[in-house]
């Protein structure tokens, strides 16, 4: 074999083997979808979502009490993580923009992005479960707040930036005071960035499970009290699934089934809005 | 505008648009500065927006240092009984006697994370390989959305798989195989000892390969799609195959980059809890064979924190999540450190 052809027959040695590193990436991805959607789509029926647990071992039954849990979590981790993450994204990309301050901000919430969220858990678990001597839907929506935070800054801040500095001056040079042009101008046009930001930030805290394993804990009943211990469909789906009966695992592999979705929905649809926005301008 | 995307800002060019923003109102150039100034010179609502905002952007800070702090008190307890040293080098896990130590969980999370990396590495590169260059153009779009939707899927439902699908898989197929092929060689063979049973370090390594591998493509892809057109053209204007472009230019350019990737995803597998909760076994105990069931640090504290019913134990759990945040906050200050760099150079 000449040195040409020896190089040419690496060459497609070595394209071919990327070529199966991307095909293996898309098998593992239909691999677990499609296994999801096999166990799961038998179990999801309206009682699914209509009917509270029955006792184990039973058959029937369904995981209202894990959806209106899981639904009350996350809304109320919104509530409050949304509002605080754009403000500090809107510090970070305005009143200090370009300051070392706000750059070491900006990283530390990048850092935060990829910590363990299990550690968030043993947190809030220290400051809102024991001082008050039981778990609570509370302590779960603050443990997601604290995830969805550093997620929206960081959005928020690169949206921010987004926007051109001159339509600012247009409106400084009109006489509005800063937070004017913020809120008026800024917010204004990078409010699809954000939008997005948060869809996906609801997103990556939907299917959180280790956080809420100690703070929002879980209840076998119906309960719509954020005071108290509350069922999440991600921590039922753990106990579900460890547990011995049939019934469970199959349960659990509805409800993995309709949080995939919900989620893989959620990301697309951030994927394109975010595409449709800064492709037609 | 991508990750930690920054823009320096140049007060001698007034231009517009995104690459030379100024800091700042531009009619307050010529006025004073300072904090007093800031405030004499603005409206009180403005003020008021201005501390809120600022309020909401320390709040990341006060975050970190609250859980420093926090994990740091309850775990005084533990490091008073066993010694900051000696609890990180400490075998003993016993609950009864409230005997603890850290190391049978350090085990399980490094064996696990170097193991899955070991994995995903290669089809990480393989993957930002083909999407970045070998890929026809149609097809970039969909792949790549495709794996991204790979890390998207919640750590629960990669449990739920590796313990109901993997694992029966493992056990009866690969294991079995793999111990045929190297169960007879001395030392490796002792990787592969053991019954099979699909609950155990190389399947937990095997699933957090897979939830990594589209970090490490997609920063690796990032970072291959930085190298100019130029150098390539040059290199395949001297007679270049491309797999000798994708080797002797592209690869040693991106290097920082992809060398970042694969930090940020070390910092992922080390903190990723539900994936291994499943197959790890929580066994804690420090092995030699790949087939048997371990204990990391996440997995202890998922499966064994609501049952502490003794302060020593829950502190010494406290104890250990300390060690973890403590050790991600490193390794992901480290990947975000060189991602800057290679982000500088390439401005350079």
Partial sequence: MTGQQWRKLRGYGGLSLSTLAAALGLFWLFFILSDVVIHGIGALTPELFMKDPAPPGVAGGGMRNAFVGQLLITFFATLFGVPLGILGGTFLAEYARGKGFARFISILADIMVSVPSIVIGTFVYAVLVRPLGHFSGWAGAAALALIMIPVVVRTTEDMLTLVPWSQREAAFALGAPYYKVIIQVVYRGAATGILTGVLLSVARVSGETAPLLFTSFNNAYYSADMGQPIASLTATIFQYAMGPFEEWHTQAWAASLVITLFILILTVAGRAIIRWRYSHR | ?348
């Avoid at chain 2, 501390?51 to 990341?60: K, N, S, Y």
């Avoid at chain 2, 799609?225 to 395949?236: D, I």
């Fill in chain 2, 1 to 348: 505008m991508e990750e930690g995307g920054y823009i320096k800002p140049d007060r001698d060019d007034p231009g517009t648009g995104e690459a030379t923003a100024l800091p700042g109102p531009v009619l307050s150039r010529a006025e004073p500065r300072g904090l007093a100034a800031f405030f004499r010179r603005r409206s009180p609502v403005d003020v008021l927006f201005a501390t809120l905002t600022g309020a909401a952007g320390v709040f990341i800070i006060v975050i970190v240092l609250g859980i420093l702090g926090v994990l740091l008190s309850e775990s005084v307890l533990s490091i008073e009984k066993f010694g900051p040293i000696g609890f990180i080098f400490s075998t003993e896990w016993n609950p009864v006697e409230e005997l603890f130590g850290a190391a049978t969980g350090l085990f399980g999370t490094a064996v696990t994370t170097v193991l899955a990396l070991v994995f995903a590495i290669p089809v990480a590169l393989g993957i930002a390989i083909f999407l970045s260059e070998v890929s026809p153009n149609f097809l970039k779009g969909p792949i790549g959305v495709a794996i991204e939707l790979l890390a998207a899927i919640p750590s629960i439902v990669f449990g739920m798989w590796g313990l109901f699908t993997l694992a029966p898989i493992m056990a009866d197929h690969v294991e079995p195989a793999l111990q045929s092929v190297f169960g007879d060689i001395p030392v490796i063979g002792q990787l592969f000892a053991g019954t099979p049973m699909g609950i155990d370090l190389f399947t937990a390594s095997v699933i957090l390969s897979i939830m990594i591998v589209p970090f490490a493509a997609s920063i690796s892809r990032d970072a291959f799609n930085l190298t100019p057109a130029l150098v390539k053209e040059s290199a395949y204007g001297l007679g270049a195959t491309k797999w000798e472009v994708i080797r002797d230019v592209i690869l040693p350019h991106a290097r920082l980059g992809v060398f970042g990737g694969i930090v940020l995803s070390l910092g992922r597998a080390l903190g990723e809890t539900m994936a291994v909760a499943f197959v790890l076994g929580n066994n804690h105990q420090i092995t030699s064979s790949l087939f048997d069931g371990a204990a990391s640090i996440t997995v202890t504290l998922a499966n064994e924190f609501t049952e502490a019913d003794s302060d020593t134990y829950l502190s010494a759990l406290f104890h250990l999540a300390l060690i973890l945040f403590v050790f991600s906050l490193v390794v992901l200050a480290l990947a975000k450190y060189i991602l800057l760099r290679a982000q500088r150079k390439e401005r350079a």
